[in-house]
Every structure is written in C-alpha cells, then in structure tokens.
C-alpha cells in the first residue's frame, strides 16, 4: 500500500463522508435498522450514532480497511450495543445465510469493486422477511450532470480509493436480486452536483 492511500486517503475519506448534508441524510435512513445488522462499508463508524439502540441487537461491520477501523474506534467503544468487524471485502462476506435481520449501506456502493455480487452476497445473508436499507450518491438524472460525471469518474475514482461518482444506484440493486420497495432521491444542498446526487429507500429480496 503507497503512503497516500494508508496515511492521507483514510482521514479525507472520514472527513468527506462526514460532512453536514451526509449527516443529515444518514439520519434518515440507519434509525430504521432492527435486529442483528450487517452493515457493509463500515468504514470509520459514521453510522453508530444514528442506530436507534432499543431496536438493535448487534452490528456486523465488513470494511477491507484497517485504518478506517481504527479510525471508528471511538464511536465503537461508545455504542451501546454490540460492533463486530470482519476486516474483508463485501463480495467474500464470512455470514452463514440467513443470519441477519437487516443490511445497511450508506455511501459505499461507489467504491465496492463488483457491486452485483456485493448485494448477492448480502441477499444471501438475510433472513426470511429482512431488508435491505441504503443511501447512496450516484448517477445524476440530468443529462448535464451525468455527462460531467461520466467524464471525470476515471480521474475521480483513482483520486479517492476507488469511488464512482456516476454507479446507476437503483440498477444494481435489481442487478445483485432486490425490489425496491421505497425510494427517495434529492440533490444534496452545499454539495457539487456531480457528487450529490442522493439515492435512499429499502429493498427487499426479489
């Protein structure tokens, strides 16, 4: 690993996916986890503040990161419940099937290398009756935007560990087996456009 993307690209990855607008929407979207949760992507722990603990029993963490972790080990510490990681990829997830009661992901579909097989992974781990809950940046529904994301996703993604700026969000959860069953999507304010545009709901498997 070269010093950019174990020393620099962890803390900026932290501060982007920490800001004001994402924030906001991750308020949305984690409160509505319940039961055991796997949560792919993560990352530095954005997320633990958000769970609403009276309806969660545990959080499994999956997250190829080590310095990420490290990172989130404050807000672990503080949780009050139960945070396991799995220091691996989503595509190579060590769940036994049916295992969970929730998935979530927030801002992690950009960068997971074969997103299809990510979210098969995780149909697989769902119990009976689980769902899926997301929130996401993707493809802009402008043709302006969505020709400047095109455009700089190669230069982009190299810059920042592999993020797309222009993942069809929608699409691939059908792709990787689920229906959605709620949708919502916004320009996020005080955000580039090219970044910004959110994708939240729940899906169940197809």
């Given at each position: 690993?070269?010093?950019?993307?174990?020393?620099?690209?962890?803390?900026?990855?932290?501060?982007?996916?920490?800001?004001?607008?994402?924030?906001?929407?991750?308020?949305?979207?984690?409160?509505?986890?319940?039961?055991?949760?796997?949560?792919i992507?993560i990352?530095?722990?954005?997320?633990?503040?958000?769970?609403?603990?009276?309806k969660?029993?545990?959080?499994?963490?999956?997250?190829?990161?080590?310095?990420?972790?490290?990172?989130?080990?404050?807000a672990?510490?503080?949780?009050p419940?139960?945070?396991?990681?799995?220091?691996?990829?989503?595509?190579?997830?060590?769940?036994?099937?049916?295992?969970?009661?929730?998935?979530?992901v927030?801002?992690?579909?950009?960068t997971i290398?074969?997103?299809?097989s990510a979210?098969?992974?995780a149909?697989?781990?769902?119990?009976?009756?689980?769902?899926?809950?997301?929130?996401?940046?993707?493809?802009?529904p402008d043709?302006?935007?969505?020709?400047?994301?095109?455009?700089?996703?190669?230069?982009?993604?190299?810059?920042?560990g592999?993020?797309?700026?222009?993942?069809?969000i929608?699409?691939?959860l059908?792709?990787g087996g689920f229906?959605?069953?709620?949708?919502?999507?916004?320009?996020l304010?005080?955000?580039?456009?090219?970044?910004?545009f959110?994708?939240?709901?729940?899906?169940?498997p197809?």
């Amino acid at each position: 690993m070269n010093p950019y993307d174990k020393y620099v690209l962890p803390h900026l990855t932290h501060l982007s996916c920490g800001t004001k607008p994402n924030r906001y929407q991750r308020r949305k979207i984690v409160p509505e986890a319940k039961g055991v949760v796997l949560e792919i992507g993560i990352g530095s722990g954005h997320n633990l503040p958000y769970y609403d603990p009276d309806k969660v029993k545990c959080v499994i963490g999956i997250d190829p990161s080590r310095e990420l972790w490290q990172i989130a080990k404050p807000a672990v510490d503080h949780a009050p419940f139960e945070v396991t990681h799995h220091r691996t990829t989503a595509e190579d997830m060590p769940l036994e099937r049916h295992s969970v009661d929730t998935v979530l992901v927030t801002y992690t579909l950009c960068t997971i290398p074969d997103v299809v097989s990510a979210l098969r992974a995780a149909k697989g781990a769902l119990k009976p009756g689980g769902e899926l809950l997301f929130c996401e940046h993707g493809l802009a529904p402008d043709v302006r935007i969505e020709t400047w994301q095109r455009r700089l996703d190669p230069v982009w993604s190299r810059l920042a560990g592999g993020c797309h700026i222009d993942r069809p969000i929608p699409a691939l959860l059908q792709a990787g087996g689920f229906n959605i069953t709620r949708l919502e999507t916004m320009y996020l304010p005080s955000t580039l456009k090219i970044f910004g545009f959110n994708y939240w709901g729940s899906a169940r498997p197809a």
